[in-house]
T-cell receptor
Framework: KNEVEQSPQNLTAQEGEFITINCSYSVGISALHWLQQHPGGGIVSLFMLSSGKKKHGRLIATINIQEKHSSLHITASHPRDSAVYICAVSSMNYGGSQGNLIFGKGTKLSVKP | GAGVSQTPSNKVTEKGKYVELRCDPISGHTALYWYRQSLGQGPEFLIYFQGTGAADDSGLPNDRFFAVRPEGSVSTLKIQRTERGDSAVYLC???????????FGPGTRLTVL
């Protein structure tokens, strides 16, 4: 079983829809990251959070430490939101190096006009 | 300011050859990470530098892989006797601190024929 699991693996939505991507993890963490990767492009960090909720524009990320679960929400989705969204955690289980990330496999989002 | 850069952007080599992949982190970032992303998968951790030293190299798959960061800035990932299974996108990320937000480079796509 992977230490970081995302669902769904693929998601197709119509423009304007509210989107939720889920992430569950099985290790102790110091922080959870949501990242965005466009086809052929680099990875961009969207959020880093260790508790509660963060909002940036139409994106909202929440985390429940007790349940080891996080969600990424996109409101009023747009075709330009089409990308792979990756959940990653900074584990507390890697000796002195608590910064390296353990990644989920990503959720491929396609928003149709 | 300039982001993380990686060179080359693409590298095609033959099985058994030696390759070097370069990462220029954001100026002043002390933490530097190398990850590897295979097609359809999330990235996997390879090695982490804090300053000049490799603080954690537990992700390197075998002794054909080696990385250096001699002056605490630019890092080079070296792969000896390349194998077809080494084909992947090699990502570099830097961070101002060990647990801070990571800024990713565009990656080097390595293809071993």
């Amino acid at each position: 079983k992977n230490e970081v699991e995302q669902s769904p693996q693929n998601l197709t939505a119509q423009e304007g829809e509210f989107i939720t991507i889920n992430c569950s993890y099985s290790v102790g963490i110091s922080a959870l990251h949501w990242l965005q990767q466009h086809p052929g492009g680099g990875i961009v960090s969207l959020f880093m959070l260790s508790s509660g909720k963060k909002k940036h524009g139409r994106l909202i990320a929440t985390i429940n430490i007790q349940e080891k679960h996080s969600s990424l929400h996109i409101t009023a989705s747009h075709p330009r939101d089409s990308a792979v969204y990756i959940c990653a955690v900074s584990s507390m289980n890697y000796g002195g190096s608590q910064g390296n990330l353990i990644f989920g496999k990503g959720t491929k989002l396609s928003v149709k006009p | 300011g300039a982001g993380v850069s990686q060179t080359p952007s693409n590298k095609v080599t033959e099985k058994g050859k030696y390759v070097e992949l370069r990462c220029d982190p954001i100026s002043g970032h002390t933490a530097l990470y190398w990850y590897r992303q295979s097609l359809g998968q999330g990235p996997e951790f390879l090695i982490y530098f804090q300053g000049t030293g490799a603080a954690d190299d537990s992700g390197l798959p075998n002794d054909r892989f080696f990385a250096v960061r001699p002056e605490g800035s630019v890092s080079t990932l070296k792969i000896q006797r390349t194998e077809r299974g080494d084909s992947a996108v090699y990502l570099c990320a830097s961070s101002p601190t060990r647990l801070g937000t990571q800024y990713f480079g565009p990656g080097t796509r390595l293809t071993v024929l």
